[in-house]
């Protein structure tokens, strides 16, 4: 039965609501209702003294403060006591004192380093306050103020004896980085209690590391960490809960309040982590038969991000599919929507915002770690458990030009007796899912295997002119090849022309008729920042 509106819906929010409802659901606006601390604690608690010390040990001038949501009520606290702490230094050579600004909203992921929000201050260095993956920047340099957390070693230890009773139980000691500090004196107390064979962790810059951004404090280095369980303290994301959960015999969690992730009164069970390791698993099943991948760039301030990129458009063409590179800033399910072409994406990221929810969207998001598993044939794909959220350790490509973007060379099939290739004699290919058969997983090779004979000449690597003389317009096609533009297959001009309803204003040629159309020609526009905009040789201010 189908359901009528008694009234036409509300698309937006009625002007005499808009400073009494606040639509939005946030978990930062709940934590920012918390009791007041005084100053001297929060001088403590952000460590003004340190961050001025080694913002003038820098020489920076122009600062860029960034803080998480939770920590935004603090922001202007922070900035008249740091302010007040750099004057201390300002003596008469200098000829400018420094410049403090603070950057709310994030580009991307709170715990990557906005580096794009401050060149918009034209900033020289950023201090990024609260939790951090600790992922390589690109461009700046940064201090990391994790902020000091109290804790009570007294609960954790007694919650520690709880999980592990057994003094000679294997365990490794770990915490959130904004509890760190407290890992040593807790081993101290834990071992003093009879626990002999614990072994505490230090922070170490390297997100590939068997346990991320983290070293064992120990002479031992032949251990297995499969016969380890974890005690990690304060909540961890989902990324680090898969990560830790595949690597270690099992995982036990110590809630704190300030912990960023902690959603919910009780803390997440590390023991349906093989349930959510399963649905990526899924995930990487129905990703193996999609045509057409998109790269989603979820970061543009983690090193190498642009030859991950580079690499991921290599393996994505080695496997006869297409991909296309898409930037949308903050991911939602409205913006992926805009795309229906689209069967899957990637997400290039770093280690914890490479992990992307599902709820809400319609394609899978996977990573490049579980893109590997589906470009792989049902025959050599193994799920052994492993799994990886971020760019680190995608192999690079051997094949790249100056421009990263060639891809690997290869061979048009050459036709054999009775006009059947070795491509067109593979089996076919299956959806495990549904069962359907799927006979466009890999458009890309269709579209070689059917490039013009005649004309002009087709370069098989990029499928492109070196002749520079095929016509910009969509170039009509029979049934089962892929449109071509400017003579590169374009899966995405074939579901513009033959799927798609509505494609947008201006778009009224029909590609059916003979009569072809004049493209107009794309011109470059305004380059830069916010602050200041590049037009040729001029200089434009915003």
């Not at 070196?466 to 590169?488: C, E, H, M, P, W």
């Not at 899966?491 to 590609?511: I, K, N, V, Y």
């Amino acid at each position: 039965m189908s359901s009528e509106l008694s009234a036409p819906p509300i698309l937006s929010t009625p002007a005499e609501h808009t400073f009494t409802e606040d639509p939005t659901p946030s978990s930062a606006i709940s934590q920012a209702k918390r009791p007041h601390r005084p100053d001297h604690e929060l001088y403590e608690v952000y460590e003004i003294a340190r961050t001025a010390a080694e913002i003038r040990q820098n020489g920076w001038k122009r600062i860029a403060l960034q803080f998480p949501d939770a920590m935004l009520p603090d922001a202007p606290w922070v900035v008249s006591a740091l302010s007040a702490e750099l004057g201390k230094w300002q003596t008469e050579v200098q000829d400018q004192s420094q410049r403090l600004y603070i950057l709310a909203d994030t580009s991307y992921s709170a715990c990557c380093v906005d580096e794009i929000a401050a060149e918009h201050a034209n900033a020289d260095g950023v201090v990024h306050y609260g939790r951090a993956c600790l992922s390589p920047t690109s461009r700046l340099p940064v201090i990391h103020i994790f902020t000091k957390q109290t804790l009570d070693y007294d609960d954790v230890a007694e919650a520690f004896e709880k999980e592990f009773p057994e003094k000679a139980d294997k365990v490794v000691l770990m915490a959130d980085v904004m509890f760190q500090e407290h890992v040593g004196p807790i081993s101290k107390l834990l071992k003093e209690r009879g626990y002999t064979s614990l072994m505490a962790t230090e922070i170490l810059r390297d997100p590939t590391g068997a346990i991320p951004n983290r070293k064992l404090v120990t002479p031992d280095t032949s251990i297995d960490l499969n016969e380890y369980h974890l005690f990690h303290i304060s909540t961890p994301p989902t990324s680090l809960l898969l990560t830790l959960s595949s690597r270690l015999a099992s995982l036990r969690i110590y809630s704190t309040p300030s912990s960023p992730y902690t959603t919910t009164s009780a803390p997440p069970d590390p023991s349906a982590t093989p349930g959510l390791l399963r649905r990526r698993y899924a995930l990487v099943i129905r990703f193996a038969t999609a045509s057409i991948i998109g790269i989603l760039v979820n970061t543009l301030s983690v090193k190498n991000y642009m030859s991950t990129i580079s690499t991921l458009k290599s393996q994505i063409a080695a496997a006869g599919k297409k991909s296309y590179t898409i930037v949308v800033g903050k991911l939602n399910a409205a913006k992926l929507a805009n795309f229906a072409e689209v069967d899957g994406w990637v997400v290039v990221g770093c280690w914890e915002s490479g992990l992307v929810e599902q709820e809400g969207l319609w394609k899978p998001v996977i990573t490049p770690f579980e893109l590997g598993l589906a470009l792989q044939g049902d025959e050599s794909r193994v799920w052994t458990g492993e799994w990886w959220g971020g760019i680190e350790g995608v192999k690079a490509s051997p094949v790249t030009d100056e421009n990263d973007e060639k891809l690997s060379e290869q061979e048009v099939p050459e036709e054999v007796e009775g006009g059947v290739d070795d491509e067109e004699s593979e089996p076919p290919e299956f959806d495990l899912r549904t069962g359907k058969l799927v006979s466009h997983s890999r458009p890309m090779r269709v579209a070689i295997r059917s490039a013009p004979r005649s004309g002009p000449e087709i370069e098989v690597a990029g499928l492109s002119s070196n002749q520079g003389t095929t016509s910009s317009a969509i170039t009509k096609r029979a049934v089962g090849d892929v449109a071509l533009v400017n003579g590169v297959a374009s899966p995405g001009a074939e579901f513009l022309r033959s799927q798609r309803t509505w494609r947008g204003l201006g778009t009224d040629f029909d590609t059916e008729n003979d009569d072809e159309e004049e493209s107009t020609v794309v011109e470059e526009g305004r380059s830069g920042v916010a602050r200041g905009y590049t037009v040729g040789q001029d200089q434009l201010r915003a």
